[in-house]
C-alpha cells in the first residue's frame, strides 16, 4: 500500500527554500501560530512571536501589526475598579490599573516595532471571519474578555472587508520592510461553540480572501495548514479530546509538511540534527546513572553543539 492510497494528499506550492539561519520569522494570530513558533525555536530558528496573545480575526490581527508600526496611536481602554485591559489585546493581557497596563503594552509594540524591521518572513494565521463589535461605539474587538455578550453586536466580515484590510497591510509591510515576505494560512481550529456551519462559512471567507491578496500580491504565499488537518489528515486521532484542537503529533506532521516547501535540503538536514541535540538537553537521568556517563553525556552536547556553532548561528 502506498501513503496516497490512505490519504487524500494536499499538494504545498513551494515558498521560499530559506537556506541559512541568518533570517528572522515571525508569528501572529491564532494559537495554531503559537504552535507553529514552538517548532521554529525548537530547530534553533529565531522566531518572534506577537505579545499580544491569541488573535482570531483578521481586522484585529492587521491593527496590532499597525499599531506595531506607528506607534502614535492609543489602544482602547476599558477599566474597573479591580481590573483593566485593551480592547485591541487579548484576555491575558490584564493588570490592576491603567498606568501598569500601559507601561507593559507601550513595551510590548516597541519590540514588535524593532521585530517587524529586521523580519524576513511573517506567518500569518487567521483563525475566524466572525467579529464583535461593542454596542456602545461600534468598536470591533480583539478578545470580549469575558464581558457579557449582550454588550456586543456579533457579525460575519464580509470578503471585501478581510481582502481590503489585508491588501492595507501588505501595502503598510512592503513600506516599513520591503524585504519582508507573508506567509498567510488558516488555523485547523474549528470554532464549535459558533457552529459547525458557521464555522465553515467563516473558513471559507478566510481561505478565499488568502488566496485573492496572495494572486495579487508578489510578497505573500499561502501555505494550507487547515487543508492538511482537515484533508489530508482526517481523522479523529489527528484531534485532542474536544474533537476540535490538533494533537501535538498532528502538529509535527503539519511543520514536517512545511519544511520541504520552505527550507533548502541542506537547512532541513542541519534542522534535524539541532532537534537531536534538543532531544539530548531533555534527557533525564535516574538517580542511579553514574556520574561519568553523565560528564560524557554533557560532553557529547557539548561538542555537537560547537560543531553546528562554528557554521551556523543558531538559536539555542
Known sequence: MKYDQFF?????????????????????????????????????????????????????????????????????????????????TSHKLVRQNPSDLKQVVDDMRLES??????????????GTAWVYELNSTGLLVANCHKIPSTEFRKRLLSLTEITNSLHAL??????????????????????????????????????????????????????????????????????EK?????????IDLVFEKLKPAFFSEALQRILTEVAQIRHMEQHRFSQSTPASAIEKHNIQLGERKARLNDFHKICW
Not at 465553515?200 to 480572501?209: F, N, Q, V
Not at 474536544?242 to 498532528?250: S, W
Request: contains cysteine; charged residues 20%.
Open 113 to 126: 516595532h524593532n521585530a517587524f524591521q529586521r523580519m524576513d518572513t511573517l506567518f500569518i494565521t487567521l
Open 170 to 239: 501588505l501595502s503598510r509591510l512592503n513600506q516599513y520592510n520591503p524585504l519582508l515576505n507573508v506567509v498567510f494560512t488558516v488555523s485547523p481550529v474549528r470554532h464549535v461553540r459558533e457552529g459547525l456551519v458557521e464555522n465553515s462559512r467563516s473558513k471559507a471567507i478566510l481561505i478565499e480572501a488568502c488566496h485573492q491578496v496572495v494572486t495579487s500580491s508578489m510578497s505573500a504565499a499561502y501555505f494550507p495548514s487547515y487543508e492538511l488537518l482537515i484533508d489530508e489528515f482526517r481523522d479523529y486521532r489527528f484531534f
Open 8 to 88: 487524500t494528499q494536499v499538494r504545498i506550492d513551494e515558498l521560499h527554500q530559506i537556506d541559512s539561519f541568518e533570517h528572522n520569522f515571525g508569528f501572529i494570530g491564532s494559537c495554531f501560530s503559537d504552535h507553529m513558533h514552538q517548532r521554529f525555536r525548537y530547530h534553533g530558528l529565531a522566531a518572534w512571536m506577537s505579545p499580544y496573545g491569541t488573535t482570531y480575526n483578521p481586522i484585529s490581527i492587521t491593527n496590532q501589526i499597525l499599531d506595531s508600526i506607528d506607534l502614535t496611536k492609543d489602544f482602547t481602554l476599558f477599566s474597573t475598579e479591580n481590573t483593566c485591559f485593551y480592547w485591541e
Open 242 to 250: 474536544d474533537g476540535v484542537h490538533p494533537t501535538e503529533f498532528a
